[in-house]
């Protein structure tokens, strides 16, 4: 495997690449089956520092901490590469450097004391409320099938479900007349939670006109049906929201958790206590719904930097 890939690397004029790197991938790949794609990485990562090392008459197997120290400084400086980027050249090296010490092909490991870039949590992705509301609106409510997606997409939105939780929720767990629904979360933790005056509106449409067009009168468990009487998967509803999105002319990145992400981050823009949306979410920590506090903070510096005269 290692020769085929360098065999390609030589083909597309990548630097050469010194004979102990390919040991320490093949071992990589025979005793911890390390992908294809991550040996790739490391040959690339260590062939770029060697030939950096190289102008200096330093070799790759006696490179320095003050060495390393210098190229990830370098790096950062030049720009172009991301902290998730100089975590993963660093992994390489002390994996690199750790392999020739266990083999006894230097005595001391130059990566020991450096520290690895700090990487941040991502931003979850969200949406304005301009782009929701498009998006809900997408639906041809017509017909059965987009009678089914608008109170699918309704509920998502107003109840903050992730996907999964959205698609294996069964009839039972719905109750109109108090207007909540019983979600069963990770870890199988229930948690009940309200549904605003659109979603039902939609979700009671659905029941009453969708649900028995779609069911042909089978006995499905749960509550939203696919145009073959079964229940939906969540690689259906999937799809169904990025042709929704297209067709509404939303081009923001999407992602399954979209809606939820907008959800929480809706919901903190307007004054919600950041313990009621870590309930509603059915997280177990709060320090997970913390991170929507930072995106509520993103959007209000930029709001900022556009609207106010010293921004």
């Not at 004029?13 to 911890?32: H, K, M, N, S, Y």
Request: aromatic share 6%; hydrophobic share 40%; charged share 25%.
């Amino acid at each position: 495997m290692a020769r085929r890939g360098e065999a390609t690397m030589k083909a597309a004029g990548a630097p050469a690449v010194e004979p102990t790197v390919e040991r320490f991938l093949d071992t990589l790949w025979i005793e911890q089956g390390v992908s294809r794609n991550t040996q790739a990485a490391y040959r690339s990562d260590l062939a770029l520092f060697a030939r950096a090392l190289s102008r200096d008459g330093t070799a790759l197997t006696a490179a320095s901490s003050a060495d390393i120290e210098a190229y990830l400084s370098q790096r950062h400086r030049r720009g172009g590469f991301s902290a998730r980027s100089q975590a993963r050249l660093l992994s390489a090296l002390r994996r690199y450097y750790r392999f020739l010490v266990r083999e006894r092909l230097r005595g001391d490991d130059p990566t020991a004391l450096i520290a690895a870039p700090r990487l941040g949590r991502p931003l979850p992705k969200t949406l304005a409320p301009g782009d929701v509301e498009k998006l809900l609106a997408a639906p041809d409510t017509e017909n059965a099938l987009g009678l089914r997606d608008r109170a699918m997409l309704e509920l998502l939105y107003a109840c903050g479900l992730r996907v999964s939780e959205l698609v294996r929720l069964g009839v039972q767990q719905v109750n109109l007349q108090r207007g909540v629904v019983q979600v069963t979360g990770k870890g199988g933790r229930e948690r009940l939670v309200p549904v605003g005056e659109e979603a039902l509106h939609w979700l009671e449409r659905y029941l009453k006109l969708a649900r028995p067009e779609l069911s042909g009168g089978r006995p499905v468990e749960q509550l939203f049906v696919s145009r073959r009487a079964d229940a939906m998967t969540r690689q259906n509803f999937w799809h169904l929201i990025k042709r929704h999105a297209r067709h509404a002319g939303v081009s923001a990145r999407l992602s399954p958790h979209t809606l939820r992400h907008a959800f929480a981050t809706h919901l903190l823009e307007h004054g919600a206590d950041l313990r009621a949306v870590q309930m509603l979410l059915g997280h177990r920590d709060l320090s997970t719904t913390q991170i929507y506090t930072h995106v509520s903070r993103a959007r209000l510096k930029a709001l900022h930097e556009k609207h106010h005269p010293r921004g």
